[in-house]
């Protein structure tokens, strides 16, 4: 009888430690999620706030995997927010540059939509390095337009206005899009840079550092603005040098970029032109600044230093060469270079600095 009660408390003691270790979410629990239930768990509980350690989820719907479906979302809380970010679709792992705690859920749609009975919660522990280097901060503003929206010109007059109260803040790069009708600015990039920003709901849309999570539907800007910068901080920077040969009209852009992290990063290259005088289908005749010219990179960025995170303090050069359009006003016409890093494993790139100058 005493090996029998033994035996029974041990069960006891088994089964009870089963299930208290079954909520802390790790991959590694017991992963019997009842039929219709949505469940998440993660492969760890803590990382690096280093731009490069990611935490993996396992998203679990009754006995199937779902982690990487095209209907899964991950749900994004930092600290005390109430506040959760989508993340984008089909993105199961989480890396930042930003120390704090972040808790995560999932949805997934599937004849309906599910949400996920429990939350993970991730600690990312302040990343600690050498010497760091200090980086004035300058944002990308990228706004979708077209010369057939009536909202467009009230929304670029906004940003205007947001300029000149912060000159050297921020970058802007102003997309052309068809819109009931053609638009003679708009450019073979412009789909794919949709795309890059998760798509959008409608025109005009603005976005700070191609983050989804930012986006302006004609709405305050500025407010917008001030909201990114609460969390914005700047950890790399950019050397940005060109060349311009008059004769054949071809241009050199020739970049390094230097982090504090040892972060995966990607490189985009803008060519806008300012004071293009095209009518407004919609209204009087307007001059239209920042528009995209050119795109020396993917919609997504370029790889820089491969696939591999950049060595802290050590600075990883590209170039790109284009030749200019004949029609294009070179002496109006500016150089935006933008770095960007990955917080869901390569399936989107947030800019975390700019740079700009002009061709001439």
């Known amino acids: 009888m005493i090996r029998m009660r033994n035996f029974l408390t041990y069960l006891f003691v088994c089964m009870s430690a089963f299930f208290i270790s079954s909520c802390s979410?790790?991959?590694?629990?017991?992963?019997n999620v009842p039929e219709g239930v949505l469940r998440i768990f993660a492969d760890k509980t803590e990382i690096l706030a280093d731009g490069n350690e990611t935490v993996?989820?396992?998203?679990?719907?009754?006995?199937?995997?779902?982690?990487?479906?095209?209907?899964?979302?991950?749900?994004?809380?930092?600290?005390?927010?109430?506040?959760g970010k989508l993340m984008t679709y089909g993105a199961n792992s989480y890396s930042t540059s930003t120390p704090g705690t972040y808790t995560f859920s999932a949805e997934y749609y599937y004849g309906g939509k599910h949400v996920s009975d429990n939350s993970v919660k991730v600690q990312a522990k302040e990343f600690f390095t050498g010497e760091e280097q200090d980086f004035e901060g300058r944002l990308l503003c990228m706004s979708f337009t077209s010369?057939?929206?009536n909202s467009c010109p009230g929304a670029a007059a906004n940003i205007k206005d947001l300029l000149r109260k912060h000159p050297d803040a921020f970058s802007v790069v102003s997309v052309h899009r068809y819109l009931s009708a053609p638009d003679p600015m708009e450019t073979e990039h412009t789909?794919?840079?949709?795309?890059?920003?998760?798509?959008?709901?409608?025109?005009?849309?603005?976005?700070?550092?191609?983050?989804?999570?930012t986006e302006v539907l004609?709405?305050?800007?500025?407010?917008?603005?001030?909201?990114?910068?609460?969390?914005y901080e700047p950890f790399c920077g950019?050397?940005?040098?060109?060349?311009?040969?008059?004769?054949?009209?071809?241009?050199?852009?020739?970049?390094?970029?230097?982090?504090n992290l040892p972060a995966v990063f990607r490189y985009y290259v803008f060519l806008v032109e300012d004071g293009i005088d095209e009518h407004e289908q919609c209204g009087e005749p307007y001059v239209h600044d920042n528009v995209l010219r050119d795109l020396l990179t993917s919609a997504y960025g370029d790889k820089i230093n491969g696939d591999l995170p950049l060595s802290t303090g050590v600075e990883v050069r590209a170039s790109k060469t284009a030749v200019l359009d004949p029609s294009w006003d070179v002496e109006n016409m500016r150089v935006i270079a933008a770095a960007a890093t990955s917080m869901d494993?390569?399936?989107?790139?947030?800019?975390?600095?700019?740079?700009e100058c002009s061709i001439l």
């Open 218 to 231: 004609n709405g305050d800007v500025e407010t917008a603005y001030n909201e990114y910068l609460t969390s």
């Open 147 to 149: 010369t057939t929206c």
């Open 238 to 259: 950019i050397d940005l040098q060109t060349e311009y040969d008059s004769q054949t009209r071809q241009l050199t852009v020739d970049l390094g970029v230097t982090s």
């Open 25 to 31: 979410g790790k991959v590694d629990d017991g992963m």
């Open 345 to 355: 494993n390569g399936r989107s790139f947030v800019v975390n600095n700019v740079q």
């Open 56 to 83: 993996t989820f396992k998203v679990m719907f009754g006995s199937r995997d779902v982690s990487n479906e095209k209907t899964m979302q991950l749900v994004r809380r930092y600290g005390d927010s109430d506040d």
């Open 191 to 213: 789909d794919d840079l949709i795309a890059a920003v998760g798509g959008f709901k409608g025109l005009p849309a603005i976005y700070f550092n191609m983050d989804k999570d």
